[in-house]
């Protein structure tokens, strides 16, 4: 892929059916599920992202083998303790952070020295969410301030651990109960509600979990040491993948998509439900269940009288990934939309809630940021005609993305750098995009 892209038409209508890549926080959990199996597991739609690449080179170190062929993936897992590997052995995550997090608990028992790598975007990031709890499991994990690399020695005893969970995180909440999986006794989670893909695993594979709700918490209990067989798991298409297809078939003029087999979990829709309450056309079509997950097709039309939002902070976990996506809405709606506790957005791959500040403000719409909230003071009759070029974004794969969407909707000559960073989540994005008619240079 060449690292710098043209655009200079918007994309005309167009009335399409498509498909987008498997989950991507599945495919990872997939992964690393199977890898602690016993036997045989298969996945079908799995991802091929340098982000799903770098979870499978990782088992590869730890001594797990795989095949990918042409329509699956095939791992074959060793159980709870059959992670081996030379002492030093170096892992590298690359740019995820959902691996090297998850990751990091199935290594609570881990007999030699890993030291975890990432690329410099992922270095940057805070791993100390992680290390509090991993060191009451007794694992030893070293950093420096917070930060990757990691260097990770197992202990022969992991502990079972009762914590508490204040930022909404699945990454953190999953990577305590992976390491919950090899101690014996029951490990207790109190929780800010998140994406749930990792408990729904655990119930599909009969493990010993329980979870409660409260309206704001998720209780969980589970008890370690329960081994599992090899399964077979047909991975569905990525909301978030999708969202950049539906956020530019809002945006475009007398358009309409369909998008097939969608992973529509609830922990994972505030999107659609942020963008339906704003006035967008966006419906779910053909719902079904498979295996605890929600899946449906998502149909969007064009939409020209959005409205603002002052969007609940309920929201916030459930939509987290897409929220320059939102943002961008936003800035053609009419209105201020706003929204709060938000600061989690500086903690992904670059500081999102000030590139988003940073770009709304170079296509002329005016906001306010503070730490963790952001006013965005929409202009339905937004025309963009200057020259606008990207750059500078830590190779953030959606901060990418989201310009492509603002530069076929909203008019301009843009320049955006960097578009290799696309491939650590969506590796046929411009394909799509291209089939739908868009004009990419």
């Given amino acids: 892929m060449k690292t710098t892209v043209y655009i200079n038409n918007k994309i005309n209508k167009f009335n399409k059916i498509i498909f987008v890549p498997g989950d991507k926080s599945l495919s990872i959990r997939f992964i690393l599920m199977a890898s602690q199996a016993i036997g045989k597991s298969i996945a079908y739609n799995i991802l091929m992202s340098e982000d799903v690449i770098s979870a499978l080179n990782a088992i590869k170190k730890l001594g797990i083998n795989y095949k990918i062929y042409k329509n699956y993936c095939v791992i074959y897992g060793k159980g709870l303790d059959g992670f081996s590997c030379r002492n030093n052995t170096i892992i590298n995550a690359g740019n995820s952070g959902t691996l090297s997090r998850l990751l990091a608990g199935l290594l609570i028992n881990i007999k030699n020295t890993i030291i975890m790598k990432g690329d410099q975007s992922l270095e940057k990031r805070d791993m100390g969410r992680i290390i509090t709890p991993m060191k009451m499991f007794g694992q030893n994990i070293v950093s420096k301030k917070n930060k990757m690399p990691l260097i990770i020695k197992g202990t022969s005893f992991p502990r079972p651990i009762s914590y508490v969970e204040k930022n909404g995180s699945a990454q953190v909440k999953s990577c305590i109960l992976f390491a919950a999986m090899k101690t014996f006794g029951t490990t207790k989670l109190k929780c800010i ?13 009969n493990l010993p979990i329980k979870i409660s709700k409260s309206r704001k918490f998720e209780y969980i209990s589970f008890k370690g040491k329960k081994n599992y067989k090899g399964f077979n798991y ?24 369909l998008i097939k087999n969608i992973n529509v979990s609830k922990s994972r829709t505030g999107i659609i439900d942020i963008l339906k309450a704003m006035n967008a056309k966006v419906n779910l079509q053909n719902k079904r269940i498979y295996k605890g997950e929600n899946i449906a097709d998502i149909f969007v039309k064009s939409s020209n009288k959005l409205k603002s939002i002052n969007c609940p902070i309920k929201m916030n976990s459930r939509s987290i990934d897409e929220f320059l996506l939102i943002f961008l809405v936003s800035s053609v709606a009419k209105g201020i939309s706003k929204f709060r506790e938000i600061g989690e957005l500086r903690n992904k791959e670059t500081d999102r809630l000030k590139f988003a500040n940073n770009f709304l403000n170079k296509i002329g719409i005016k906001t306010k940021v503070t730490k963790n909230s952001l006013k965005i003071y929409g202009n339905p009759n937004l025309k963009l005609n200057k020259t606008y070029e990207i750059k500078n974004f830590d190779k953030d794969h959606r901060a990418c993305m989201v310009s492509f969407i603002a530069a076929l909707t909203l008019g301009g000559k843009w320049i955006i750098q960097d578009t290799d960073s696309i491939n650590t989540s969506f590796p046929n994005f411009i394909k799509i995009l291209k089939t739908l008619g868009a004009k990419i240079n």
């Fill in 234 to 257: 047909i991975i569905p298409g990525d909301i978030s993948s999708s969202s950049f297809f539906i956020v530019l078939t809002l945006l475009s003029k007398k358009s309409q998509i």
């Fill in 193 to 205: 509600r998140s994406r749930d893909h990792t408990e729904k695993l655990f119930k599909n594979l």
